[in-house]
Structure formats: C-alpha cells, structure tokens
C-alpha cells in the first residue's frame, strides 16, 4: 500500500509539474501592458479537431520554442481547426 501511495503521488507531482512549465494563453493588452518581449509566431497546421486542442498545441510548440505565453491572433475552421499565436517570455 505505501508503495502504491508513492507512485500515486509521484504521478501527481509530475502531472502537475507539466501544467506549470505549459506556456500560458494571454491577451495581447497584458502582454503589452507587462511588456513581454514577442520570440516567435506557432500555428496548429489544421491538427487540432477543437479549440480545447489548437490552444494545448500552440501552448507545446511556444514551449519548444522558450515561451512562457501565447497570444492567439488567428484562428480558423475548416472541418478541423488551425490557430497562430505569438509567443513572448
């Protein structure tokens, strides 16, 4: 049983690690009013069936590029959805 407890909170704390390092989604007004510095542009290439899972892309791929936010300024559907945000830190 205690090893079980271990390995349970182990997943949590993993789990819950991850959601902090995610980039966050922001408003273009609070990244200008903080003054994050733009570092790259993302879209989600018609990947993505919701925008639940566009935002979780672009959230990844402003990971893989430094970002610590995004701001979503595009976002289409054509059967599936595709979205481009621009990444600060």
């Known amino acids: 049983m205690n090893k079980l407890s271990l390995l349970t ?4 704390t993993g789990t819950l690690a991850a959601n902090v390092m995610a980039a966050q989604e922001i408003s273009e007004i609070e990244a200008k009013e903080k003054g994050y510095q733009k570092i790259a542009s993302v879209n989600t290439t018609a990947e993505t069936t919701s925008p639940m899972d ?36």
């Open 54 to 89: 566009a935002k979780k892309v672009l959230s990844q791929k402003a990971d893989e590029q430094g970002g610590r936010y995004f701001v979503v300024i595009a976002g289409r559907q054509h059967g599936r959805f595709s979205a481009t945000a621009d990444v600060y830190k």
């Open 9 to 12: 909170a182990a997943l949590l």
